[in-house]
């Protein structure tokens, strides 16, 4: 089959003849475009990727091991150095309903296997910043007295209106249990 090489090319793959934009380039090659098809590159790579994965994870895994302090410190500067774009990305992604669920499903999961770590690890850092914890405290009662009283007053009113409901219900129910008994001891009078 005759094709045009200024627009064609013939895959070294599928042998199919195909337009030269559905080839990636190659800067090295003598036409600047790979031999293959995208669409065959395509399916090389994804054969490739899961015949390899379990190498590539090992190897990943290794180099994390030897190089875990390296890493970590790594992560913290480009969190304190990029922290707006770091938060601004982590808002983005426990936005989106399915990261919510998991999240909160893995964060539970966490709380339960981790619970008395973290107790312990809160302990440490409410005695290590006892002062600071106390200041900000202060600051936040004296930057919202108002509110904060205003709030209470809110929750002793609903709380007097919720308790006054069951006292209300208690009563009903305590009427309820004299009168069987009162029916009770009537019947057993009649029955004697």
């Known amino acids: 089959m005759t094709h045009n090489a200024d627009t064609h090319k013939q895959c070294s793959k599928c042998k199919e003849v195909?337009?030269?934009?559905?080839?990636?380039?190659?800067k090295d090659s003598k036409d600047g475009l790979r031999g293959g098809c995208m669409v065959c590159l395509s399916k090389w790579r994804k054969k490739h990727y899961w015949e390899t994965r379990e190498l590539r994870l090992a190897e990943s895994n290794r180099h994390h091991?030897?190089?875990k302090d390296k890493i970590n410190e790594s992560r913290r500067n480009y969190r304190l150095q990029n922290l707006e774009k770091v938060r601004a990305e982590e808002r983005v992604a426990s936005a989106r309903p399915n990261n919510r669920a998991r999240m909160k499903e893995y964060n539970k999961r966490y709380r339960a296997e981790n619970g008395d770590e973290i107790r312990a690890?809160?302990?440490?850092?409410?005695?290590?910043?006892?002062?600071?914890?106390?200041?900000?405290a202060?600051?936040?009662y004296l930057d919202n007295k108002v509110m904060m009283r205003i709030k209470g007053r809110q929750r002793y009113a609903n709380n007097m209106v919720l308790?006054?409901?069951?006292?209300r219900i208690y009563r009903?129910?305590?009427?309820?249990?004299?009168?069987?008994l009162v029916l009770l001891n009537e019947i057993r009078k009649v029955a004697k």
């Open 65 to 67: 091991k030897e190089n």
């Open 18 to 26: 195909k337009e030269r934009g559905e080839f990636a380039t190659r």
């Open 138 to 140: 202060s600051k936040y």
């Open 121 to 136: 690890h809160q302990r440490e850092y409410c005695i290590k910043n006892r002062v600071i914890i106390s200041a900000k």
């Open 163 to 167: 308790n006054q409901e069951k006292a």
């Open 172 to 180: 009903i129910e305590e009427r309820k249990t004299q009168l069987t």
